[in-house]
């Protein structure tokens, strides 16, 4: 089975319609604080991790050499190399970015953006920068209704309703992901955005002309199938959809966290997210007793399943929660 801890089967039912609602805080806060008044040597794993801008050139150059070398590829091959090869690398590079947004690959922040660009690179649409903006506060409001942008909106909730829905959904999540903050809580663009843009542009014009359509078509193909119905795409669902309200956060434990930048240990990296990918396994080594008693995942591939054939579960099936005093002066400032 998919699930960790001791999960049962989904039983039959009816899908929700509303949210899951809380009226307690989020649940990291209380237990990094825990945590660490325990185990005070987690905090020598605070602090960026060397090898990433390493890994992350190396990514980048090999996606960007992928698309130069089928510019004239049939259009068959070229779906079946974006969807078996291409979209692992441009799945990996957005979890970089995730990385980077914060700040685990330099201790300067304006070096991490710089960085959180270039990974951005062969994904051909820019978003670093404005990920960023939305991800933080993912973290310091979770599931709080009008401020966390990761939770689909009621229009997405009551539009998909069944397996058919649910399908095309995830399929589309992307574009979701996307364009949620973009109708719900729009940001003023600011000269990071714009740099962000303008360097992304110059990249997908410099391969088109240089290399064809082809090219450029291999780096959106690889982004879009990357962010579907794909195996590392299930982290999306697996990170904080409810399949039981006791529980808004799941981690994964199976072998593609070495191609994810292990953003499987999602309590983990909620509880710590001063801490690289790279060492999130050792917070679970070395303080096993709060995590291995949640509820966990081994297959995201069994999560997409899981989530389009439950008839129980859907983009409802999220925990919110009220604005607290400070989320509401930030939401009011904005």
Request: aromatic share 16%; proline share 6%; glycine share 6%.
């Amino acid at each position: 089975m998919g699930w960790g801890g001791g999960a049962e089967d989904s039983g039959e039912g009816v899908m929700a319609t509303d949210f899951f609602w809380s009226y307690t805080d989020e649940p990291h806060a209380s237990r990094r604080k825990e945590i660490l008044a325990r185990y005070p040597q987690i905090r020598e794993l605070f602090g960026p991790d060397p090898w990433a801008f390493l890994k992350i050139t190396a990514a980048v150059l090999l996606q960007l050499w992928t698309a130069t070398y089928l510019h004239d590829a049939s259009w068959l091959r070229m779906l079946t190399v974006a969807y078996f090869f291409g979209s692992f690398l441009n799945h990996n590079l957005f979890l970089a970015i995730h990385e980077l947004s914060h700040n685990l690959a330099f201790s300067s922040p304006s070096y991490n953006r710089w960085l959180g660009i270039f990974a951005n690179l062969p994904i051909g649409v820019p978003m670093s920068i404005t990920f960023q903006k939305y991800h933080l506060e993912h973290h310091r409001y979770q599931g709080v209704d009008g401020i966390d942008m990761d939770i689909p909106s009621h229009v997405e909730a009551l539009a998909v309703t069944n397996a058919v829905t649910k399908s095309i959904w995830v399929l589309f999540q992307l574009f979701f992901y996307a364009l949620r903050p973009v109708f719900l809580k729009p940001k003023p663009p600011g000269v990071w955005e714009f740099t962000n843009l303008m360097i992304q542009l110059a990249l997908d014009v410099s391969l088109v002309l240089f290399w064809g359509w082809k090219s450029f078509a291999y780096l959106i193909l690889a982004t879009f199938v990357g962010g579907g119905m794909h195996p590392m795409a299930g982290h999306f669902i697996s990170e904080h959809y409810v399949f039981r309200p006791e529980q808004e956060t799941y981690s994964y434990y199976g072998p593609l966290n070495m191609m994810t930048w292990s953003v499987g240990y999602h309590n983990e990296h909620h509880d710590f997210p001063r801490i690289p990918g790279s060492r999130l396994y050792k917070v679970k080594a070395i303080a096993p007793e709060y995590y291995e008693s949640l509820r966990s995942y081994r297959s995201w591939s069994q999560v997409i399943y899981m989530y389009i054939m439950d008839c129980t579960v859907g983009p409802f099936s999220r925990m919110k929660r009220r604005a607290s005093k400070d989320a509401a002066t930030t939401k009011k400032e904005e």
